[in-house]
């Protein structure tokens, strides 16, 4: 269902503005399932970890050559269709930032700081009384 969903909105997107746009829906389980326990958070400061969703399971290949890029400094653990990273001199000094995670593992992703992941986590608990709205 959440799949259907990012269709119907990269379609509707498409529409629009005449562009392909990928679309990554989550449920709000799944967002608080991403968002519950950073693997790395051990490593250091939590303003270098961050997130990255992925639009659908890597190839095992693909995962494997993205983990045999790890250096001293970034680091990143693969679990529940996300990569959790955390990039040991700030995420805007590496080089392995969400271009380079698309490309590697073949997907397409979007990569939020740890902050924001657990807001999103926070809001989506919240499951708030308002029927849905459309937003133009």
């Known amino acids: 269902e959440a799949h259907d969903a990012a269709l119907e909105m990269s379609l509707e997107i498409k529409n629009k503005i005449d562009r392909d746009i990928v679309v ?31 639009s659908h399971d890597p190839a095992a290949p693909d995962v494997e050559t993205l983990m045999e ?33 698309e490309k590697i593992l073949k997907v397409s ?8 992941m657990r807001t999103l986590a926070e809001l989506s608990s919240e499951g708030g009384s308002e029927p849905p709205r459309r937003i133009r």
Do not use: C
């Open 24 to 54: 990554i829906v989550k449920t709000s389980d799944e967002i608080r399932r991403i968002a519950f326990e950073h693997p790395l958070a051990s490593f250091g400061d939590e303003k270098n970890l961050y997130v990255t969703i992925l």
């Open 69 to 101: 890029t790890m250096n001293d400094v970034d680091k990143h653990e693969i679990m529940h269709r996300a990569v959790y990273s955390y990039y040991g001199q700030g995420y805007g000094t590496s080089k392995r930032s969400n271009n380079f995670i």
């Open 109 to 116: 992703a979007t990569t939020r700081n740890w902050a924001t």
